[in-house]
């Protein structure tokens, strides 16, 4: 691998930019996608090696070519220090996920409540989502019930490009948070964004269930999973999540 090269894999790290690593076996050639041209059946097959977190081996124009992703980490920011909280974290820890879990209240997020594993942040939840910046390999969770603290936290992950965005509440609760974003500016296309009630419809009742609803809308989000007769919108899509427990 060529320095230059290299180089520009590590600027896309560095700006958590999704890029894969096409070597055409015969002679080393190397490029990075989407940054450089590729034939279409290369750029296609290297589109879904990224979604699926999953190097290939295609042929393309005669030639075989070694796909290698190269994704940013997965994330997970969960606003609300809560009993919920507390059993999603390791769940998400161990499917990979980056966790942040955001809330101002300093009794709540506190090393004795959760593990070295996650980062806590006591900044206002708007503020955090700001600095924190969700992209397409980010998850946002509310689960506070406070409108002071979810709303804020769902305006500006609404303005980002997370690829779920989920919270907690009942559908009457959900119906006057639905309410207030649309007061604050929000249209119809960007609320049907939000899964709410948060998590599929497993009957959840107790905290580590509710979490475990979360965790599989989440990854049938990112995966496009089909549940239930219908299909979960894929990671990026806008479309509505299925509705939860």
């Known amino acids: ?19 894969a690593i096409l070597t055409r076996m ?12 590729a034939p279409a059946a290369l750029a296609d097959a ?30 997970l920011i969960v606003v609300g220090a809560v009993h919920v909280a507390q059993a999603l974290v390791p769940m998400a820890v161990g499917l990979g996920f980056a966790v942040t879990v955001v809330d101002p209240r300093r009794a709540f997020a506190t090393e004795e409540r959760f593990s070295g594993a996650v980062t806590l942040n006591g900044d206002w939840p708007d503020e955090a989502m700001v600095a924190l910046a969700p992209d397409t390999r980010t998850a946002v969770v509310t689960l506070t019930h406070d409108p002071k603290l979810d709303d804020p936290a769902l305006e500006e992950a609404l303005k980002s ?11 009457r609760t959900h119906a006057k948070r639905v309410a207030r974003l ?8 960007a609320l049907a964004r939000i899964a ?8 959840a009742v107790t905290a580590p269930e509710i979490a475990l609803s979360i965790m599989a809308q989440i990854v049938a989000r990112r995966r496009g999973a089909a549940l239930g007769g219908g299909v979960v919108a894929r990671a990026g899509s806008r479309a509505p999540a299925a509705a939860g427990a």
């Open 196 to 203: 709410a009630p948060v998590g599929l419809d497993i009957g």
């Open 161 to 171: 490009q997370a690829f779920y965005i989920g919270a907690l509440g009942s559908r």
């Open 1 to 19: 691998m060529k320095a230059s090269f290299l180089t520009r894999i590590q600027a896309a790290q560095a700006a958590a930019k999704p890029v």
């Open 26 to 37: 015969t002679d080393g050639t190397q490029l990075l996608y989407p940054e450089d041209e």
């Open 46 to 75: 290297a589109r879904a090696a990224l979604d699926a977190d999953k190097a290939a081996n295609v042929t393309a124009e005669g030639a075989e070519w070694f796909i290698q992703p190269q994704n940013p980490p997965l994330r």
């Open 182 to 189: 649309q007061e604050a500016g929000f249209g119809e296309d």
